[in-house]
């Protein structure tokens, strides 16, 4: 519909004007300007208000203003606008570097939520990016830029990247051994969720994303828009009942691990890593509680007619919305790779910085068990005929496969053989691993492995304990640290294959 220049010239008389539900398009922006005496105004749209301003207060214009965006600039506020770049600009470096530095241990997880979060920088970037394009003059392109199809990828864009990782961590707390094929059913699940709006359905009727000029579906305010109720399903609903599984998931694991902790004889070092773990996993939940409980929160609040101030939504949308993006990346893959936060190394340089450490340093870093003897582990010096793991590692010109495989069974047996006279070593260091690499007098055609029984202690209760299983996690640890190695080794030398 249409509004024609001097329609209302004729009523400088007019107080109140009331012209909603008309689907107006087309008006000059002075279309008010001969209303002097008008003093209420009634519309569909905030941006008539804007070209009133100067005769009808916004106080007396309806609807009431964008809790963001005002009459000149889609980011009213310049804090906002500032923090818009920095988080879009942390989560776009921060989830590349994420592929550099993840652990291999937990690649899948780190992988899916990398591409999520980066997904909501790109969707960060995009809006700050067209609140400059639009700076000084967004009212009157307002309607143009919701309903534009780039508004409607943003919309997509950040619900995909919001429950793709709900949905990552709701998988991983339910079973820590992520499989592919879950992460992938995970992202086609969410890419519909998010993508059917975008259908000719009447249901949405084409708004569903333009609700705001930051794309965003949320509902978090007193409003009933276009679809509400299938926002209410998935970003108050399924992310409240994921977060409190999540929530139960690590109650219970902490609670295991600290009834474990309890009955172990175990190394101090052992003692302090699952203090470590504990504490990572506390600000793992913490970090997703403050991103996604006021969002829950404020949505159930607008559902229950309460009125959400506007600042309130704006900092949402802007900040809490969107920070988890760019505190993800630290908290699940720099804080778990071989680099420090600080201290922007390549990973060899820091796995043959480790390798090489200095035994005196190594030595002291573990303790022996309450069961053993008193005394600090001193590294023996190899007995005649053997070199140390490491040097042979380093120094064997023909290091092949099979001898990695050789070095594994060898320690293997020598675990089995002291798991079954009761005994546990409570911890193997690498260092202390000595190498023949002469064939064994046996038959068995592989190499020998001598490891001194200097830390070893006898379990007093194996079916209480689980000093068993923790051998077999550091010889797990062990086979990891020769791959690794090895791995470098046929990356830097041309000799071997």
């Not at 930051?214 to 609903?237: M, N, Q, R």
């Not at 573990?366 to 380093?394: C, H, N, Q, T």
């Not at 260091?429 to 002469?438: A, G, L, T, Y």
Request: hydrophobic share 45%; proline share 5%; glycine share 4%.
């Amino acid at each position: 519909r249409i509004i024609k220049k001097g329609a209302f010239n004729e009523l400088t008389s007019l107080i109140s004007l009331d012209i909603r539900d008309n689907d107006l398009h087309v008006f000059p922006k002075d279309v008010f300007h001969a209303l002097k005496s008008l003093r209420f105004l009634s519309t569909d749209n905030f941006k008539f208000c804007c070209l009133a301003a100067n005769i009808v207060p916004f106080e007396r214009c309806l609807p009431p203003q964008d809790e963001i965006s005002d009459c000149e600039d889609l980011m009213s506020n310049l804090v906002q606008r500032v923090i818009l770049w920095f988080l879009g600009v942390v989560a776009l470096v921060a989830n590349a570097a994420t592929r550099l530095y993840s652990n291999p241990v937990s690649s899948t997880l780190i992988l899916s939520l990398g591409c999520a979060d980066f997904l909501m920088g790109i969707y960060l970037m995009i809006i700050a990016s067209v609140d400059e394009f639009y700076r000084g003059r967004y009212i009157e392109n307002s309607d143009v830029w919701k309903h534009s199809i780039l508004c409607q990828f943003c919309g997509f864009l950040s619900t995909v990247s919001s429950e793709v990782s709900v949905a990552t961590l709701f998988v991983y707390w339910l079973n820590p051994l992520i499989h592919i094929r879950l992460i992938t059913l995970s992202w086609i699940v969410v890419i519909m969720l998010a993508g059917l709006p975008l259908f000719p359905i009447p249901y949405f009727n084409g708004k569903f994303y333009a609700r705001s000029g930051t794309c965003l579906a949320l509902h978090i305010t007193p409003h009933k828009p276009d679809g509400w109720e299938y926002s209410v399903a998935i970003f108050l609903c399924i992310n409240l009942v994921a977060f409190l599984i999540i929530v139960g998931c690590y109650l219970f694991m902490y609670k295991t691990i600290r009834l474990s902790r309890q009955k172990m004889n175990r190394l101090k070092a052992r003692q302090v890593r699952e203090t470590q773990v504990g504490r990572q996993m506390a600000l793992i939940v913490i970090t997703n509680f403050l991103c996604w409980f006021p969002v829950i929160v404020m949505g159930m609040m607008s559902l229950a007619g309460f009125t959400i101030p506007g600042a309130a939504y704006s900092w949402t949308a802007v900040f809490v919305f969107p920070v988890n993006s760019a505190t993800n990346p630290i908290i699940y893959s720099l804080a778990q790779s071989p680099i420090s936060l600080f201290t922007f190394k390549s990973k060899r340089d820091s796995t043959n910085k480790s390798l090489h450490m200095s035994l005196k340093q190594k030595g002291k870093a573990v303790e022996r068990s309450i069961s053993a003897p008193k005394g600090k582990f001193m590294r023996p010096y190899p007995p005649p005929g053997y070199v140390s793991l490491i040097d042979f590692l380093d120094t064997e010109e023909d290091l092949k496969p099979k001898h990695l495989l050789e070095i594994s069974y060898s320690i293997s047996e020598i675990i089995k053989d002291a798991h079954e006279r009761g005994s546990a070593f409570g911890g193997i260091e690498f260092e202390s691993v000595c190498v023949s690499n002469q064939i064994s007098l046996d038959n068995s055609n592989r190499l020998r492995v001598y490891i001194p029984d200097l830390n070893q202690y006898p379990v007093v209760d194996a079916e209480e304990s689980d000093d068993f299983a923790f051998d077999m996690e550091e010889f797990g640890n062990l086979v990891k640290r020769m791959l690794r190695i090895y791995h470098i080794r046929i990356n830097s030398s041309p000799y071997i294959n």
